[in-house]
């Protein structure tokens, strides 16, 4: 006889039929392996940050070619913000220098998570001292995150090579 509830209905377990149907007990499937993320070094952060910094530039002061120094500054502004969700978690100074951004869970990042990360850098455009206090900070962080790091939870890790075969 199918299960009843109190208003003379079969209960979610039971079939159309009223023979009740339950999934067997299956195994449980072992846990993930953590991700262990291996920080990309300070050397192929710091050129990739040059590499945008001189992008930053080029749009920033170029925009009086385009016809307008405010739409230059607005380019540029929106490239320094979302430029780590391009090319899934790389700037073009990333893509260039081989390092990615990543969630701290290994997953890429998106344009979302690219402005949690970077808004800091439009305070730092009114304070250049305060990406060198950053850097040194990120300098002495065992995991290598600066603070806009810490507060998006990503970190930049060395892309994964592609084997050669021989």
């Known amino acids: 006889?199918?299960?009843?509830?109190?208003?003379?209905?079969?209960?979610?377990?039971?079939?159309w039929d009223g023979v009740e149907r339950r999934r067997p007990l299956t195994e449980e499937?072992?846990?993930?392996?953590?991700?262990?993320?291996?920080?990309?070094?300070?050397?192929?952060?710091?050129?990739?940050?040059?590499?945008?910094?001189?992008?930053?530039?080029?749009?920033?002061?170029?925009?009086?070619?385009?016809?307008?120094?405010?739409?230059?500054?607005?380019?540029?502004?929106?490239?320094?913000?979302?430029?780590d969700g391009l090319f899934g978690g790389q700037s073009i100074g990333k893509k260039i220098m081989g390092v990615r951004v990543v969630h701290m869970d290994g997953r890429p990042i998106s344009y979302v998570d690219s402005s949690f990360r970077n808004v800091l850098f439009i305070i730092y455009l009114l304070m250049p001292l305060a990406?060198?206090?950053?850097?040194?900070?990120?300098?002495?962080?065992?995991?290598?995150?600066?603070?806009?790091?810490?507060?998006g939870k990503t970190c930049v890790v060395q892309k994964a090579r592609v084997p050669v075969l021989a």
């Open 1 to 15: 006889m199918p299960e009843e509830t109190g208003s003379g209905t079969p209960s979610p377990t039971a079939g």
């Open 29 to 83: 499937e072992p846990p993930a392996e953590p991700f262990n993320p291996v920080p990309a070094d300070w050397q192929s952060r710091g050129i990739a940050f040059l590499i945008d910094l001189f992008l930053y530039a080029a749009l920033h002061f170029g925009g009086p070619a385009l016809g307008s120094g405010i739409l230059g500054g607005f380019l540029a502004v929106l490239y320094i913000t979302f430029r």
């Open 131 to 151: 990406i060198a206090v950053e850097s040194v900070a990120a300098f002495r962080n065992p995991e290598r995150r600066r603070l806009g790091d810490r507060i």
